[in-house]
């Protein structure tokens, strides 16, 4: 006998578990259970399938855990804490990935597949336009290698230099159905003005991608349009910019090219983005400034 069935064997209207104040009972969690079980059973999960959990101590976790474990399948809990690259290298994940964008394809959702272009991948890139196509997916996304958290520290192992970026690029053949997203000339966009990020400490850093370079306040502290009238933030938006690219400023209506690497290789909020063709004047990629690189992501 499992936990799944144990459940069968209490009075409905008995409490199982209470989460933040709020009691459920078995009766309640039986019916929990079985609506999972019978989603699964629509999606073609079957006895002896590995079911992958990736949920925080939650009332959610309890029905999930039992619902799979009742219909034979085999549990494979994942730490929501744990690192992304820690996540994606788990056993079964690419598998588990591909079957939730057939479905989500199935049910005609648009799927985009992103990956980030690093030394390790660029090799290998047209496979991931192909994988795009074979799995009829709208569009496939080639994200730029930013210089925060552990990128950052193993930048000399996974970047690459301007012109072996763009020779990835294009040297791509990417299938009529299927549309190209990046942000390399002509397509290098200031992106400042259109996003309002903040961390999970509650820190206001507008772009994600700026969150280790800006810190417009905390809204435990103050409201988010306080934040929003940061000086430095305003002046982000502004495109308050030293140069701008003509053919991406065509393409993106905006001007400088990306914030966070222009100020990563500059030290400068102002500066033209480095990643841009047209701005980049021989400078390596591969090789972080002494200061980014003292300071502790």
């Not at 397509?187 to 309002?196: E, F, I, L, M, R």
Request: proline share 7%.
């Amino acid at each position: 006998m499992n936990l799944a069935q144990l459940i069968e064997q209490h009075p409905a209207d008995q409490v199982a578990l209470i989460s933040q104040g709020r009691p459920t009972t078995y009766g309640e969690l039986r019916a929990e259970v079985e609506a999972f079980r019978r989603g699964l059973l629509g999606l073609g999960v079957a006895a002896g399938d590995r079911v992958a959990l990736l949920c925080g101590n939650s009332p959610s976790f309890v029905t999930s855990y039992l619902a799979v474990l009742g219909m034979g399948a085999v549990v494979v809990p994942l730490n929501p804490a744990s690192p992304g690259p820690e996540l994606t290298g788990q056993i079964g994940s690419y598998d588990a990935a591909i079957a939730g964008i057939r479905h989500a394809r199935a049910a005609g959702l648009k799927v985009t597949i992103l990956g980030i272009l690093s030394a390790k991948n660029a090799p290998h890139l047209q496979r991931y336009v192909d994988l795009a196509k074979q799995l009829d997916c709208d569009q496939v996304g080639v994200l730029r290698l930013y210089p925060l958290g552990r990128a950052r520290k193993n930048w000399a192992e996974l970047s690459l230099t301007l012109p072996e970026m763009m020779a990835a690029l294009d040297s791509l053949k990417v299938p009529p159905s299927v549309q190209l997203m990046q942000s390399w000339h002509p397509k290098d966009g200031n992106c400042c003005w259109q996003t309002a990020a903040v961390t999970p400490q509650g820190d206001s850093v507008g772009c994600p991608y700026m969150r280790e370079y800006v810190n417009y306040g905390n809204i435990t502290e103050r409201s988010l349009l306080e934040t929003w009238d940061h000086p430095l933030y305003r002046q982000l938006r502004a495109n308050d910019v030293e140069d701008s690219c003509p053919d991406c400023s065509t393409t993106q209506g905006t001007h400088g090219g990306c914030r966070s690497t222009a100020y990563a290789f500059t030290g400068r909020f102002t500066a033209p983005d480095p990643y841009c063709s047209h701005h980049n004047k021989g400078e390596d990629l591969r090789v972080l400034p002494q200061w980014l690189l003292r300071e502790s992501p």
